[in-house]
């Protein structure tokens, strides 16, 4: 089996992580009243938004897009560990669930 020559890698700079940081807390607080925070639901959501978002932004503006999908996916990874409960809200909350809000 030969592996693919064809895949590239690119870095991802200083400004798009400090974009994804910046637009992170808005599209979380967003969401929170549509679909929670920390459970399963809202991971999926989050994580079909960064996909999504990245491409469809990402076709006009690839920086945004990256940190689009940054944001979001971040978030998504978040509410799969508070929904296992084992986020950093859990640690911080001494256990449990990351919220009371649980979808599952």
């Given amino acids: 089996m030969k592996l693919s020559t064809d895949v590239t890698t690119g870095k991802v700079g200083l ?8 637009i992170k ?7 929170a ?25 990402g076709d006009t ?11 979001f996916g971040m978030d998504a990874v978040e ?3 508070g929904a296992l409960g084992i986020g950093s809200k859990a640690f911080m909350s001494g256990g449990g669930g990351a919220n ?3 979808a599952f």
């Fill in 33 to 57: 009243g549509i679909v929670g925070d920390g459970n399963l639901v809202s991971g999926t959501v989050k994580a079909v938004g960064a996909v999504v978002g990245a491409e469809l932004i």
């Fill in 25 to 31: 807390p808005f599209e979380e607080s967003l969401l």
């Fill in 61 to 71: 503006s690839p920086f945004l897009g990256n940190a689009v999908g940054i944001a």
């Fill in 79 to 81: 509410d799969y560990l």
């Fill in 15 to 22: 400004g798009t992580i400090a974009a994804a940081a910046l």
């Fill in 100 to 102: 009371s809000e649980e």
